[in-house]
């Protein structure tokens, strides 16, 4: 749940901070948000004290302006010596000590913060507010390494930049370093918007059709590839191969139960990998990588594109190079059995992946494959450049209609770091010319030669 308190103004006077320690100390331990913090007791004496501090106001300073204007009026907190449901007090403390060693962290030009003290429950609380972020406001990094004496807290190098997420401060993700950006260029208006663009899509989206009746064929004949062993001392019988079986077994029981063991963890195995297995298959035989072609109509160059395309439903985004796992070795026949040597002339070849076609990594997927980003150093004016490649893959039972009259819409937001805004758009994408079914994705039936 949220805090017990209305976020819909700033919090500056004393009254109205020790409503927010009431609402602290009421809260849950997950309440803490984009704009509260709480610690229990710091050590200032400490470097790791003095970071925390500084490292709050770093990732509170580098907020994006709209998302921290939602609480508070932007204002960000971080409350020191209490917590939910437990109010345990901090010693006085005396600004003027406790600013340069702050700064020395954040930089004299880094976020505007101030230190009050709030006597709460008899207990004195370090409430650290931080002021809200503008348009214009530069990027702060940190300006001073910090490596922790603190078992299980990572350190941080000169420079990196912090940024207060949820409920958490983190090194900044590009996404975050892109908003800065925009932050930083929003505050300056000679800066040209993000215009005359162009986005050419080229490639296709690979349809595939793998039905549950071939996937559980499949897995049958697997089985059937690789029975049980049975222990026959007497009586014609044949191996799981289909030779004679000897009148005495002689193969050791370890190495029977070794075999069944390995049988039954492969058929597992192998049943879950067929399903991988025939997108790895569309994906190696994919014929339309898809790209965009960028074209840059402005009068002055555009540097240090972000083109991000989101694919609409049913509609997966892979690499060329994406490890999608692979097909299980099948289990070795026990030894000193009449079937043992036969080892070598079991035909699993199909179980290792092709070469791939292409090395196409300059790029991020997201972990729902709905996602790409790609990157372009620079387009000078008037000039066309083209993305990396991906393969765009999706099932025949996402296609109400014919498959060859099908078209998805794939949107596309592009952001660059000398322009402001952000451009908007979407791109039409068609099936390839033909649709990879079952039987040329799932693998070859196990043959014993």
Same mark, same amino acid.
């Given at each position: 749940?949220?805090l017990?308190?209305d976020?819909g103004r700033?919090?500056?006077?004393?009254?109205?901070?020790?409503?927010?320690l009431?609402a602290?100390?009421?809260?849950?331990?997950g309440?803490?948000?984009?704009?509260v913090?709480w610690?229990?007791? $710091?050590?200032?004496?400490? #470097?790791?004290?003095?970071? /925390?501090?500084?490292k709050? !106001?770093?990732?509170?300073?580098? +907020?994006a302006?709209?998302?921290?204007?939602r609480?508070?009026?932007g204002l960000?907190?971080?409350v020191?010596?209490?917590?939910?449901?437990n109010?345990?007090g901090?010693?006085s403390?005396?600004?003027?000590?406790l600013?340069?060693q702050i700064?020395a962290y954040?930089?004299?030009?880094?976020?505007?913060?101030?230190?009050?003290?709030v006597?709460?429950?008899g207990?004195?609380?370090l409430v650290?507010?931080?002021?809200a972020p503008?348009?214009?406001?530069?990027i702060?990094?940190?300006?001073k390494s910090?490596?922790s004496?603190q078992r299980g807290e990572?350190?941080h190098?000169?420079?990196?930049i $912090?940024?207060?997420?949820? #409920?958490m401060?983190?090194? /900044?993700?590009v996404?975050d !370093?892109r908003?800065?950006?925009? +932050?930083?260029l929003?505050g300056?208006?000679?800066?040209?918007?993000?215009?005359?663009?162009?986005a050419?899509?080229?490639?296709a989206v690979?349809?595939?059709?793998v039905?549950?009746?071939?996937?559980k064929q499949?897995?049958?004949?697997e089985?059937e590839?690789?029975?049980p062993?049975a222990v026959v001392?007497s009586?014609?019988a044949?191996t799981?191969f289909?030779?004679p079986?000897?009148?005495?077994?002689?193969?050791?029981q370890?190495e029977?139960e070794?075999?069944?063991?390995?049988r039954?963890?492969y058929?597992?195995d192998?049943?879950a990998a067929l399903?991988?297995?025939?997108?790895r298959t569309?994906v190696e035989r994919?014929?339309a990588?898809f790209?965009l072609?960028?074209t840059n109509?402005?009068r002055t160059a555009?540097?240090?594109?972000?083109i991000r395309?989101?694919?609409p439903?049913?509609?997966?985004?892979?690499?060329?190079?994406?490890?999608?796992?692979?097909?299980p070795r099948?289990?070795k026949p026990p030894?000193?059995?009449?079937?043992a040597?036969?080892?070598?002339?079991i035909?699993?070849?199909?179980h290792t992946?092709a070469?791939?076609?292409?090395n196409?990594?300059?790029?991020?997927i997201s972990s729902d494959r709905?996602?790409?980003?790609?990157t372009i150093?620079s387009?000078h004016?008037?000039?066309?450049e083209k993305?990396d490649?991906v393969?765009l893959?999706?099932g025949?039972g996402?296609i109400?209609?014919?498959?060859?009259?099908?078209r998805?819409?794939?949107?596309?937001?592009?952001?660059a770091?000398n322009?402001?805004?952000?451009w908007?758009g979407?791109?039409?994408?068609?099936?390839t010319?033909?649709?990879?079914?079952?039987?040329?994705l799932?693998p070859?039936a196990t043959v014993v030669k």
């Amino acid at each position: 749940m949220a805090l017990n308190i209305d976020p819909g103004r700033p919090l500056r006077t004393i009254p109205q901070l020790t409503a927010l320690l009431e609402a602290i100390d009421g809260a849950e331990s997950g309440d803490e948000s984009f704009s509260v913090e709480w610690k229990r007791p $710091l050590e200032l004496n400490k #470097a790791s004290g003095r970071f /925390a501090i500084a490292k709050c !106001i770093l990732g509170m300073g580098n +907020r994006a302006v709209e998302a921290a204007g939602r609480s508070f009026g932007g204002l960000g907190y971080m409350v020191v010596g209490m917590e939910p449901h437990n109010v345990i007090g901090m010693p006085s403390i005396d600004y003027a000590d406790l600013q340069p060693q702050i700064e020395a962290y954040t930089g004299e030009d880094g976020p505007s913060w101030s230190p009050q003290q709030v006597t709460y429950e008899g207990q004195n609380i370090l409430v650290i507010t931080v002021e809200a972020p503008a348009d214009g406001d530069r990027i702060h990094p940190l300006r001073k390494s910090y490596q922790s004496d603190q078992r299980g807290e990572r350190g941080h190098d000169k420079g990196t930049i $912090l940024v207060r997420h949820h #409920a958490m401060t983190e090194p /900044a993700t590009v996404a975050d !370093i892109r908003e800065l950006e925009r +932050r930083l260029l929003a505050g300056q208006p000679s800066v040209e918007a993000i215009d005359d663009i162009v986005a050419t899509p080229s490639g296709a989206v690979q349809v595939i059709q793998v039905t549950d009746e071939a996937v559980k064929q499949r897995q049958t004949e697997e089985e059937e590839a690789f029975p049980p062993y049975a222990v026959v001392t007497s009586g014609p019988a044949s191996t799981p191969f289909g030779f004679p079986t000897l009148k005495v077994n002689t193969t050791p029981q370890e190495e029977r139960e070794r075999y069944e063991r390995e049988r039954v963890q492969y058929l597992r195995d192998f049943d879950a990998a067929l399903k991988p297995h025939a997108i790895r298959t569309a994906v190696e035989r994919h014929p339309a990588p898809f790209e965009l072609a960028i074209t840059n109509n402005s009068r002055t160059a555009v540097q240090e594109l972000e083109i991000r395309v989101t694919t609409p439903d049913g509609v997966l985004i892979f690499g060329a190079n994406d490890d999608l796992g692979q097909m299980p070795r099948p289990p070795k026949p026990p030894s000193n059995s009449v079937f043992a040597s036969l080892q070598d002339n079991i035909d699993w070849q199909h179980h290792t992946s092709a070469a791939l076609r292409a090395n196409f990594d300059l790029f991020s997927i997201s972990s729902d494959r709905r996602e790409v980003t790609f990157t372009i150093k620079s387009i000078h004016a008037g000039q066309t450049e083209k993305t990396d490649s991906v393969l765009l893959v999706t099932g025949i039972g996402t296609i109400s209609g014919d498959v060859p009259s099908t078209r998805w819409d794939a949107e596309v937001h592009i952001t660059a770091s000398n322009r402001a805004d952000a451009w908007h758009g979407s791109v039409q994408l068609g099936p390839t010319s033909s649709v990879l079914a079952d039987g040329q994705l799932l693998p070859r039936a196990t043959v014993v030669k």
